[in-house]
């Protein structure tokens, strides 16, 4: 099937370029390119939601503070 295109053309040369050095066509280079970048695209879409487990517990205990590093290093050093 032929289409039309439009590419940046600094993007264009480095696939010319890609493609002489490579013993390829500029339509295989795209082709390729295009097809890696769908099966990346399909293989992000299928993966399962990661679950983490939680242990059981009331959370956070009294006088904590978790957004200050200074005071947790120092309930724990205790």
């Known amino acids: 099937m032929r ?3 439009r590419l940046d053309e600094h993007l264009l040369a480095q696939a010319r370029q890609y493609a002489a050095a490579s013993g390829k066509t500029l339509t295989a280079v795209i082709e390729d390119a295009l097809r890696e970048a769908l099966a ?3 293989t ?3 993966r399962k ?4 487990r939680t242990c059981g517990g009331g959370g956070v205990l009294p006088g904590v ?3 200050d590093s200074a005071s947790l290093l120092e309930l724990m050093e205790s």
């Open 44 to 46: 992000k879409m299928r």
């Open 40 to 42: 990346r695209r399909n």
């Open 65 to 67: 503070d978790i957004d």
């Open 3 to 5: 289409t039309t295109v």
């Open 49 to 52: 939601p990661v679950r983490l």
